[in-house]
């Protein structure tokens, strides 16, 4: 399967679904917090994905019971929401949004802090994030896929930290998953080739202990880490421009559409 090149028409309703997904995650922000359990985050998630004209990707999605995924700590990705999983202080949770509107995509995540955490709970956030900047910053017009891992990995491992390699970025914005496969581990220079018009998500797991991952034999979504060690996430919808990278979920501004210098490499 080729990867898509959006038109403009199609680009346009991937950005107004991607800015939808991103104000999601900041509308349940005041609600992430001690004592709330995870399906009442999902049943207000669901709300305000419907108030705005839009459909939860997830709900239904072979066989996914609810409207996002929420993660806390130990749970890599695909928590299922649930009135037993209360969150408590200290923990960190990922939240994971994807709308659909008027047919068209936008999937985003991030990270949230529930009180207080340790300092090598935050020190993982950070790096989290950081890895996904650092992809970010590796798509232009001309550059190989496999740069996103490179630099992904590179950095990941340098502070000790391990990245999952079962589960990947990926392309989106006509169906939910969609070519290319964006891995977070991958060779210098290796991969397809970007080129203007591609949409996907850079979206690194990084675990505090090892990298392996462990499906919930009982629900077949949850994924956990092999020894119960802390797991974090960010994750952004990009697509490649002709000067650089658009971030479409990026609501907050903080990413620039200008190029990026990648010397760096």
């Not at 207000?44 to 996914?64: C, K, S, V, W």
């Not at 949230?112 to 890895?131: M, P, V, W």
């Not at 496999?146 to 992904?152: A, L």
Request: net charge negative.
């Amino acid at each position: 399967m080729a990867i898509i090149i959006k038109n403009q028409e199609q680009i346009e309703g991937i950005r107004k679904s991607s800015q939808l997904a991103g104000h999601t995650l900041n509308f349940i922000a005041p609600y992430v917090k001690p004592g709330v359990n995870t399906e009442y985050l999902d049943n207000l998630i669901e709300q305000f994905m419907r108030d705005h004209g839009a459909i939860p990707a997830t709900l239904n999605y072979n066989g996914y019971p609810k409207s996002s995924c929420i993660s806390p700590n130990n749970v890599i990705c695909h928590g299922i929401p649930s009135k037993e999983m209360v969150l408590k202080e200290g923990d960190i949770v990922n939240i994971d949004v994807t709308t659909i509107l008027n047919g068209y995509y936008g999937d985003t995540s991030r990270m949230f802090q529930i009180g207080e955490i340790s300092k090598e709970a935050n020190d993982l956030l950070e790096a989290t994030k950081h890895c996904l900047n650092l992809g970010i910053q590796q798509v232009r017009p001309g550059n190989y896929f496999g740069n996103i891992g490179y630099v992904i990995s590179r950095y990941a491992q340098a502070k000790g930290y391990s990245v999952v390699y079962e589960f990947c970025g990926h392309g989106v914005g006509i169906q939910f998953h969609e070519d290319p496969q964006v891995d977070h581990i991958a060779r210098k220079n290796t991969g397809a080739i970007m080129k203007p018009g591609m949409i996907f998500t850079i979206e690194p797991m990084i675990n505090m202990g090892k990298a392996r991952v462990s499906v919930d034999k009982h629900d077949g979504w949850t994924a956990r880490t092999v020894d119960n060690k802390l797991s974090a996430q960010y994750e952004h919808t990009v697509l490649v421009t002709a000067e650089g990278v658009e971030v479409l979920t990026d609501v907050d501004g903080m990413f620039s559409m200008t190029p990026i210098n990648n010397a760096a490499l």
